[in-house]
């Protein structure tokens, strides 16, 4: 077991970015790691008095927490940024077709690998992904996670309708599979795996496949739940056709028991007052993806609004509709001030 001190610049940042001064930075701070694990920080004269036996390693970089990205598809890696419409287009004409090449075992591991290349250059270290709806490409995700040390929420996308038949999964089948991987992963790696229950989206989904959703997330609890939730107006318009007896969008998720803690819901721009409530009373997360929504063109989401309602917003790349896996760009973007040079 190694144990070391890395002495530097620290930020601690403790509780959220719209708490009280958020960017403190501790000149001389340091973290103590203990077998890859970060298990104490804070300034160095307090570190190196408490554990005199440790070796200080000196650093310039600046000592900060990671980055977590809670809505992400690793299957687009390779399509990130590839222009194809909005979004109805785009998952039509680039997603899809990209996402059937996953039903390759090997594609699925080779793409694993660069994903979490691309998240670890960029200080990620906790993740919340969609696979696709092969069970090998979770299986790869996983796999390929168990030698890192980032923390990973995934699951397999259930899509029974409005997609290529390659991607389609019944209702019945797509529970089953999931819960062979919930089986297989969740609570894995010392408890640093979290299965997430994954209908792609309600204009993907039957009722019968929400409903097979719901059944599971009842049964399994602990897993989180997510999916996306109006990102574009056509796909608003066209959940009201497909759902006609629903009031809403949210609606449909709700009437299948897919809104509650531990949901994730990405995009969440053109909502009723009744939604944001709702998203707020559930203690539902928002995903909001700021890099995504602009490459697509899908709108702007009025995150102070979900704030003041009380929802919680986090942040995604999204991608591959969003242009980069750095998180310290996606929130430039969300702060609305120009992002940095590339250097
Ligand atoms: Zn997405």
Redesign the pocket.
Known sequence: MSRLIERGPLRPFRGTITGADPFEVVEDGAILIDDHVVVDFGPARRLIAAHPDVMVVPTDALLSPGLVDV???FPQTRITGTYGGGLLEWLENVTFPEEERFEDPAYSKAVAREFFDQCEAVGTNEVTV?CTSHPNSVDALFTEALDRTIKVTAGLVMMDRNAPSPLLTPAQDAYDDSLALIERWHGAAGGRFTYAITPRFAPTSTPALLEAAGALWAAHPTCAMQT?LS?SEEEVAWVRRLFPHAKDYLAVYEKFGLVGPGAIF??AIHLTDREVASLAEHKAVVAH?PT?NRFLQSGTCDVSRLLAAGVTVKL?T?IG?GTTFDVMEVAAVAEGVPRRPLD
């Open positions: 809505h992400c598809h969609f996306h990102e990405a995009h993806c995504a995604g999204d509709a």
